[in-house]
């Protein structure tokens, strides 16, 4: 946007976007406000606008546009007009009135927070305006300035650096105690009427809890906080006592609580605020009870998370300080969340699942089975109250469906059962709920919670048990089709997690497999069913093979049973291990049949010319996975040298098909993404066989990829390079298909965003590049394209997307790494001097853009693979990267009395020294994040 716009043109726009009912015309003043938004014209517009005040609409868009110049494009404005700008917002802050949106108070609030962090000039802001504001008709959005200011330093949404934030902290403790005067005096001003009073009230307890957030409040005499003490005061609820229950008061008061325990996790030496927090917080036991008979749901949650946050800040000493016959005293904190997972409603039990799995990694950590033993009756009644809230309501008829909150639910159960299990053993646990099955009058619903619970230790139950799975796997066999079709369900998904147990019990098999078959038919129990088998069939296929053909018979017959084809490809993929480890001579056969049930429905609709439909047979996408999961499966080992592959015959029977498929479905990606799938693991089950399919597979992929550009048929590549590049017959044709994919690649590469825009053929194409390194070295390092390669991984190294991103570090790795390592091999020197040549060209600069792109670009969780080339470049030649790295340190930003996103030169000096001694990934890698925080 060249020119300002006039302000009726903008009210016009903002107009249409809340009330014009025509969809476009909504979509294309959405686009023109965006622009608007983005360009610098955008200041005065909001200025102007929330002067002018026209109309709320207009007012919000100024407010909100306002804020979002200020966090995402502060660096537009020159020093010289920050105080022009604050004075201004002051203003428009001091216009605030009582009929005010809240929407826009906060919005306004935001953008004063956000240039108070980015203006360092501005100092003791926070005491600025509460000497300007601090009168009653101000206390509101004050007391909200004061809320976000705090929360905006804490986010890193807005790109301070560590020194900035450092100063601005520094600068609220300065400040704390005048806030928590002022603070004080709101709740000593309003506590008297707190229903009255509640959004003032509310406010001042979560403004409180921002600053005590980022430990801009010293933690001494916290016990004697009139703010903390009104807190316990709003949560000790008792309706019999006439006080009236109000949320917004209790979620503030329950954030506060919950705010300074976890203050305790770094401030572990304020027993006064300890003992204070842990006495208090068990007072309110009865206000849970009374909040649980009145059926107020809401607060019986809050009560829970404060239990909970509680036990986890004490957790460690719960741990570490009980001892057999002397549990450490805050052991009766489990005890009041216990309480609190027996709660009618399932969502109270689930606040409570992380503090179960930090104890369970905390004494699976020390392994320490008579400290454990202390907690097995802990465990036990959370297993049994998990087990009552699995229960499915008794009037279903039918068994959850996906995406059912319940039946989430019910999977995070299964996960942390499996998480807690060895505590009590989980032997022991399945024992358990297989006893509470004999009790006289269990219901269905109450069967089939146990036997959900069985299944998430079923895996897990040693093969020695003789007593009950036994019984278990017999009453699954015999049970009456009449019974609840979701115990049923259930218990067919049971049989095949006792898949291992099953392995050692050969003898149960036969029935186990009879009975899967039979229940596959069986209306509802399909899905559980392949399931099941599945598992057995994967687990027990050295034992399973005289069944095969019944198998296959099956498999013939399976699209008549109305199961998902995600099931089905599960089945095609445990016969497939089956069929595997099956006499070589018996394979070929098997493996025939199973792939012709894919192929020859394919060949159909190819011929036919038949129209793809998505999800049904005229799909060749459902196809291709079925043989992708034969192809993957089939993995044959141990083949006398000389012998034919069994898989050979079949992979140069089912080629032609997949190269017809190539040809005629080469325009939707989908479609080949699946081929290129089957490719890829036909070219793993026999490649060294099977080369009579390369130079068409080859010609065929470069054809296309060069005018569809699909980035599978790169995959593909990588694939053949894998299997084929230490061939020396092959690592000729193979660097010519290389060289045929490099000009469309960059073609696409370097259009506007190019990179951007196509991160998957970034991954493939580097992923192809690696193999290439890794497989044929020499034949790599030698290639007349490894300079627009490596020039291209350097633009590369700055995208921000994982799979890409990893790629180009591995790319890198694996150049690097080749002039270091196979030292006695004869072509050593000679890669090492490549490696160097490469080096000495284009080291400086893939050391500056890799800093870089730590510092502006990527995020934190891509560090180690960056810190993984940083090692090799060191381990390489250290005092040549430590010069590189002193250079490319040099390019970034520096502190200066006008810039707050930098680091000074001490300290990128003290990073420099630090990381050319670093000697692992790991190490590095605290480096980078060093260096980062002093740019976010």
Same mark, same amino acid.
């Given at each position: 946007?060249?020119?300002?716009?006039?302000?009726?043109?903008?009210?016009?726009?903002?107009?249409?976007?809340?009330?014009?009912?025509?969809?476009?015309?909504?979509?294309?003043?959405?686009?023109?406000?965006?622009?608007?938004?983005?360009?610098?014209?955008?200041?005065?517009?909001?200025?102007?606008?929330?002067?002018?005040?026209?109309?709320?609409?207009?007012?919000?868009?100024?407010?909100?546009?306002?804020?979002?110049?200020?966090?995402?494009?502060?660096?537009?404005?020159?020093?010289?007009?920050?105080?022009?700008?604050?004075?201004?917002?002051?203003?428009?802050?001091?216009?605030?009135?009582?009929?005010?949106?809240?929407?826009?108070?906060?919005?306004?609030?935001?953008?004063?927070?956000?240039?108070?962090?980015?203006?360092?000039?501005?100092?003791?802001?926070?005491?600025?305006?509460?000497?300007?504001?601090?009168?009653?008709?101000?206390?509101?959005?004050?007391?909200?300035?004061?809320?976000?200011?705090?929360?905006?330093?804490?986010?890193?949404?807005?790109?301070?650096?560590?020194?900035?934030?450092?100063?601005?902290?520094?600068?609220?403790?300065?400040?704390?105690?005048?806030?928590?005067?002022?603070?004080?005096?709101?709740?000593?001003?309003?506590?008297?009427?707190?229903?009255?009073?509640?959004?003032?009230?509310?406010?001042?307890?979560?403004?409180?809890?921002?600053?005590?957030?980022?430990?801009?409040?010293?933690?001494?005499?916290?016990?004697?906080?009139?703010?903390?003490?009104?807190?316990?005061?709003?949560?000790?609820?008792?309706?019999?006592?006439?006080?009236?229950?109000?949320?917004?008061?209790?979620?503030?008061?329950?954030?506060?609580?919950?705010?300074?325990?976890?203050?305790?996790?770094?401030?572990?030496?304020?027993?006064?605020?300890?003992?204070?927090?842990?006495?208090?917080?068990?007072?309110?036991?009865?206000?849970?009870?009374?909040?649980?008979?009145?059926?107020?749901?809401?607060?019986?949650?809050?009560?829970?998370?404060?239990?909970?946050?509680?036990?986890?800040?004490?957790?460690?000493?719960?741990?570490?300080?009980?001892?057999?016959?002397?549990?450490?005293?805050?052991?009766?904190?489990?005890?009041?969340?216990?309480?609190?997972?027996?709660?009618?409603?399932?969502?109270?039990?689930?606040?409570?699942?992380?503090?179960?799995?930090?104890?369970?990694?905390?004494?699976?950590?020390?392994?320490?089975?008579?400290?454990?033993?202390?907690?097995?009756?802990?465990?036990?009644?959370?297993?049994?109250?998990?087990?009552?809230?699995?229960?499915?309501?008794?009037?279903?008829?039918?068994?959850?469906?996906?995406?059912?909150?319940?039946?989430?639910?019910?999977?995070?159960?299964?996960?942390?059962?499996?998480?807690?299990?060895?505590?009590?053993?989980?032997?022991?646990?399945?024992?358990?709920?297989?006893?509470?099955?004999?009790?006289?009058?269990?219901?269905?619903?109450?069967?089939?919670?146990?036997?959900?619970?069985?299944?998430?230790?079923?895996?897990?139950?040693?093969?020695?048990?003789?007593?009950?799975?036994?019984?278990?796997?017999? /009453?699954?066999? $015999? !049970?009456?089709? @009449?019974?609840?079709?979701?115990?049923?369900?259930?218990?067919?998904? =049971? %049989?095949?997690? #006792?898949?291992?147990?099953?392995?050692?019990?050969?003898?149960?098999?036969?029935?186990?497999?009879?009975?899967?078959?039979?229940?596959?038919?069986?209306?509802?129990?399909?899905?559980?069913?392949?399931? /099941?088998?599945? $598992? !057995?069939?994967? @687990?027990?296929?050295?034992?399973?093979?005289?069944?095969?053909?019944? =198998? %296959?018979?099956? #498999?013939?017959?399976?699209?008549?049973?109305?199961?998902?084809?995600?099931?089905?490809?599960?089945?095609?993929?445990?016969?497939?291990?089956?069929?595997?480890?099956?006499?070589?001579?018996?394979?070929?056969?098997?493996?025939?049949?199973?792939?012709?049930?894919?192929?020859?429905?394919?060949?159909?609709?190819?011929?036919?010319?038949?129209?793809?439909?998505?999800?049904?047979?005229?799909?060749?996408?459902?196809?291709?996975?079925?043989?992708?999961?034969?192809?993957?499966?089939?993995?044959?080992?141990?083949?006398?040298?000389?012998?034919?592959?069994?898989?050979?015959?079949?992979?140069?029977?089912?080629?032609?098909?997949?190269?017809?498929?190539?040809?005629?479905?080469?325009?939707?990606?989908?479609?080949?993404?699946?081929?290129?799938?089957?490719?890829?693991?036909?070219?793993?089950?026999?490649?060294?066989?099977?080369?009579?399919?390369?130079?068409?597979?080859?010609?065929?992929?470069?054809?296309?990829?060069?005018?569809?550009?699909?980035?599978?048929?790169?995959?593909?590549?990588?694939?053949?390079?894998?299997?084929?590049?230490?061939?020396?017959?092959?690592?000729?044709?193979?660097?010519?298909?290389?060289?045929?994919?490099?000009?469309?690649?960059?073609?696409?590469?370097?259009?506007?965003?190019?990179?951007?825009?196509?991160?998957?053929?970034?991954?493939?194409?580097?992923?192809?590049?690696?193999?290439?390194?890794?497989?044929?070295?020499?034949?790599?390092?030698?290639?007349?394209?490894?300079?627009?390669?490596?020039?291209?991984?350097?633009?590369?190294?700055?995208?921000?997307?994982?799979?890409?991103?990893?790629?180009?570090?591995?790319?890198?790795?694996?150049?690097?790494?080749?002039?270091?390592?196979?030292?006695?091999?004869?072509?050593?020197?000679?890669?090492?001097?490549?490696?160097?040549?490469?080096?000495?060209?284009?080291?400086?600069?893939?050391?500056?853009?890799?800093?870089?792109?730590?510092?502006?670009?990527?995020?934190?969780?891509?560090?180690?693979?960056?810190?993984?080339?940083?090692?090799?470049?060191?381990?390489?030649?250290?005092?040549?990267?430590?010069?590189?790295?002193?250079?490319?340190?040099?390019?970034?930003?520096?502190?200066?009395?006008?810039?707050?996103?930098?680091?000074?030169?001490?300290?990128?000096?003290?990073?420099?020294?630090?990381?050319?001694?670093?000697?692992?990934?790991?190490?590095?890698?605290?480096?980078?994040?060093?260096?980062?925080?002093?740019?976010?």
């Amino acid at each position: 946007m060249d020119q300002k716009p006039n302000l009726d043109v903008v009210v016009l726009a903002v107009t249409t976007l809340y009330q014009n009912p025509d969809r476009k015309e909504k979509e294309r003043a959405s686009k023109w406000l965006l622009e608007l938004q983005g360009s610098v014209h955008a200041w005065t517009v909001a200025d102007e606008l929330l002067h002018q005040k026209r109309d709320l609409e207009s007012c919000y868009f100024a407010a909100q546009t306002m804020r979002s110049k200020i966090h995402q494009s502060f660096h537009e404005l020159p020093i010289e007009v920050y105080g022009s700008l604050r004075d201004s917002l002051l203003e428009h802050f001091n216009q605030i009135t009582e009929d005010t949106s809240r929407i826009i108070t906060t919005q306004l609030c935001l953008a004063l927070a956000d240039l108070i962090l980015q203006m360092p000039s501005w100092q003791r802001a926070t005491l600025d305006l509460i000497n300007r504001f601090s009168n009653q008709s101000y206390i509101y959005p004050l007391v909200e300035i004061l809320t976000v200011l705090p929360e905006e330093l804490e986010s890193r949404s807005v790109r301070l650096g560590e020194n900035r934030r450092q100063e601005v902290l520094e600068d609220l403790k300065e400040c704390s105690p005048t806030v928590i005067e002022f603070l004080t005096h709101c709740c000593t001003t309003y506590a008297g009427n707190l229903l009255k009073n509640s959004l003032i009230i509310a406010r001042t307890i979560r403004c409180f809890t921002s600053w005590v957030s980022v430990e801009a409040v010293s933690l001494n005499r916290i016990s004697d906080s009139v703010i903390v003490n009104l807190a316990f005061q709003i949560l000790d609820f008792r309706p019999h006592e006439g006080k009236e229950s109000n949320i917004q008061l209790s979620d503030a008061a329950t954030d506060c609580i919950c705010t300074l325990l976890r203050s305790l996790e770094n401030n572990n030496n304020q027993i006064e605020l300890e003992n204070y927090l842990f006495n208090n917080i068990l007072q309110l036991e009865s206000s849970y009870h009374y909040s649980v008979a009145n059926e107020d749901q809401t607060r019986s949650m809050e009560y829970c998370r404060l239990f909970t946050e509680l036990a986890e800040s004490f957790l460690d000493k719960i741990v570490s300080s009980s001892a057999p016959n002397n549990m450490h005293h805050s052991v009766k904190i489990l005890d009041l969340v216990l309480m609190c997972v027996g709660h009618h409603d399932y969502e109270v039990a689930e606040i409570t699942f992380n503090l179960w799995y930090l104890l369970s990694e905390q004494l699976y950590q020390l392994s320490n089975n008579n400290i454990s033993d202390l907690f097995r009756p802990y465990i036990e009644r959370l297993i049994t109250a998990l087990c009552r809230h699995c229960q499915m309501e008794p009037d279903c008829e039918g068994i959850l469906e996906d995406g059912d909150e319940f039946k989430d639910f019910r999977i995070k159960v299964s996960e942390l059962i499996r998480d807690v299990a060895f505590i009590v053993g989980s032997t022991s646990c399945f024992r358990q709920m297989f006893l509470n099955l004999q009790n006289a009058g269990v219901t269905w619903d109450q069967t089939e919670a146990a036997l959900y619970i069985m299944r998430a230790v079923g895996k897990y139950v040693l093969s020695s048990e003789n007593e009950v799975v036994p019984n278990v796997i017999e /009453a699954i066999i $015999n !049970i009456p089709e @009449t019974t609840h079709i979701a115990v049923r369900y259930t218990s067919v998904l =049971l %049989l095949g997690e #006792l898949c291992e147990w099953i392995e050692s019990h050969s003898q149960v098999l036969d029935p186990v497999l009879n009975f899967l078959i039979h229940a596959l038919a069986q209306p509802g129990l399909g899905a559980a069913a392949a399931n /099941a088998l599945q $598992n !057995i069939c994967a @687990t027990c296929s050295d034992n399973l093979s005289r069944h095969v053909p019944i =198998l %296959l018979q099956l #498999l013939h017959q399976i699209d008549t049973f109305g199961i998902s084809d995600e099931a089905v490809v599960g089945l095609f993929k445990g016969v497939s291990t089956i069929i595997a480890v099956m006499p070589l001579n018996e394979i070929t056969p098997a493996m025939r049949e199973l792939c012709l049930m894919q192929v020859n429905p394919l060949c159909h609709l190819i011929d036919q010319n038949v129209s793809p439909t998505k999800g049904t047979k005229t799909d060749p996408v459902m196809w291709f996975d079925r043989l992708s999961s034969i192809l993957r499966h089939v993995i044959v080992n141990n083949i006398p040298e000389g012998e034919v592959h069994p898989c050979k015959p079949v992979i140069l029977e089912i080629w032609p098909v997949l190269s017809k498929a190539f040809d005629k479905y080469q325009n939707d990606i989908r479609i080949m993404e699946r081929c290129c799938r089957s490719v890829r693991f036909m070219l793993r089950c026999a490649s060294h066989q099977i080369h009579e399919v390369l130079q068409t597979l080859v010609g065929q992929i470069v054809r296309i990829y060069s005018v569809h550009k699909h980035s599978c048929f790169l995959y593909v590549g990588s694939i053949l390079v894998d299997e084929y590049a230490t061939d020396p017959r092959c690592i000729g044709g193979l660097i010519d298909m290389l060289q045929m994919f490099i000009e469309p690649t960059f073609q696409m590469l370097q259009e506007e965003h190019g990179l951007r825009n196509h991160p998957d053929t970034v991954d493939d194409f580097f992923r192809l590049c690696g193999r290439f390194i890794r497989r044929a070295p020499m034949s790599f390092l030698q290639c007349s394209a490894l300079v627009p390669i490596i020039q291209c991984a350097l633009l590369a190294s700055q995208l921000d997307h994982k799979e890409a991103n990893v790629s180009v570090m591995k790319f890198f790795c694996d150049l690097i790494n080749q002039g270091q390592t196979g030292q006695s091999q004869p072509d050593y020197a000679e890669r090492h001097k490549l490696v160097k040549d490469i080096l000495d060209q284009f080291g400086q600069q893939l050391v500056t853009s890799l800093l870089q792109a730590c510092v502006f670009y990527l995020q934190m969780y891509l560090l180690p693979e960056v810190s993984d080339v940083f090692v090799q470049l060191l381990d390489f030649n250290r005092t040549t990267t430590s010069k590189w790295l002193m250079n490319g340190l040099d390019t970034l930003p520096k502190r200066n009395n006008g810039g707050i996103m930098a680091a000074t030169p001490e300290q990128l000096n003290d990073l420099h020294v630090t990381f050319i001694r670093a000697t692992s990934s790991r190490s590095v890698t605290y480096v980078l994040k060093d260096l980062i925080r002093y740019y976010r």
